[in-house]
């Protein structure tokens, strides 16, 4: 599952991608002293319980849990496992959380010295902030102690057997976060495949991608979505990056619609429930020129964004949702 940076295909030179870093630290040091990091990660845990019990009608305290792509800031995944929760992920590379002086060379050798740069920083500046904060909300909120359990954070690719195998056989949940958009498309119908065959037969997943058409699609910081809204944020034309008008993010993206996405979990799975999380985000940047540069695209896909899908596993031999006897 080997990724090509966005920014290598656009050309990005170092110097360039050192300065979108400096400007996602300054974004990201914002975003933390707003607080509302720890409240997103509540209530996606109540989100998983409620869409856990609703559709499996079991407690999700008695699931076997695996995160797909549980990143650099694997706090939900620490979360649940502090919560007693039995909860393990994959991802490709190993969180920063372990990062030392061998596993920072690791990372410059394997994806560059702006990678590992990236990676470092966010353990210096922000690290220590966040885990205290995160401990303080488990203890508060659950009556719990922070207590992560290194081992069971997978690092391998999704797209192969083996590292499956090394998370575990069968899972009740499985969840992933604005993940599935930077696999690349050739291999996320193997990833997908292999969720729903380790998936129980009557397991749940909830799977929320940053699907690309969105006006955050292109993960532009000057579209993210909480930027969204502001006046006097330097960025490109709305939707740009399905125009050509703005320079790529510095991270890769496949560039899957919302109807690509729609398609590849309908071979194996029935969708639940489909919910944009951010509705109607940019519509007032929808204006009469914009909208004629975008003829291609519906408002579907425009405004899709954060779509969260619900997941049940289709049994061999089941009916297809909606078909009828012959």
Do not use: C
């Not at 050192?18 to 974004?27: E, F, H, I, T, V």
């Not at 954070?153 to 499956?164: F, K, N, P, Q, R």
């Not at 896909?301 to 049994?315: A, G, H, I, P, T």
């Amino acid at each position: 599952m080997a990724q090509q940076s966005n920014s290598q295909q656009a050309g990005l030179s170092s110097l360039e991608r050192l300065a979108y870093l400096g400007r996602l630290s300054l974004l990201h040091w914002q975003r933390l002293r707003a607080g509302n990091e720890f409240r997103e990660v509540r209530r996606d845990i109540e989100t998983y319980s409620s869409a856990y019990r609703g559709t499996s009608g079991r407690d999700l305290a008695t699931a076997r849990i695996l995160e797909l792509g549980f990143g650099q800031r694997p706090f939900r995944l620490f979360a649940l496992q502090s919560l007693g929760l039995d909860a393990r992920g994959i991802d490709l590379d190993a969180p920063s959380y372990t990062i030392g002086p061998r596993a920072i060379l690791a990372v410059a050798r394997r994806n560059g010295l702006v990678r590992a740069l990236k990676s470092l920083a966010r353990r210096i500046l922000f690290d220590g902030a966040e885990y205290r904060d995160l401990a303080r909300v488990l203890k508060e909120g659950y009556g719990r102690d922070f207590a992560p359990d290194l081992s069971r954070l997978i690092v391998g690719d999704a797209s192969a057997a083996e590292t499956w195998d090394r998370a575990g056989r069968r899972f009740d949940f499985i969840y992933s976060e604005d993940v599935l958009e930077h696999i690349p498309a050739e291999s996320l119908p193997s990833v997908v495949a292999l969720m729903a065959a380790r998936l129980a037969d009557d397991g749940v997943a909830v799977v929320t991608p940053m699907v690309f058409p969105g006006i955050a699609g292109g993960h532009d910081m000057g579209w993210y979505p909480h930027q969204v809204e502001h006046d006097g944020v330097a960025r490109g034309p709305a939707w740009g990056h399905l125009t050509g008008e703005s320079r790529a993010a510095d991270t890769f993206l496949n560039r899957l619609s919302l109807a690509e996405y729609r398609a590849l979990f309908a071979q194996h799975f029935e969708i639940v429930s489909e919910e944009p999380l951010l509705g109607d985000l940019g519509r007032r940047h929808l204006t009469a020129d914009r909208r004629a540069a975008l003829a291609g695209w519906d408002d579907e896909e425009l405004f899709s964004n954060q779509v969260r899908f619900v997941l049940r596993k289709v049994r061999p031999n089941a009916t297809a949702p909606g078909a009828g006897s012959a």
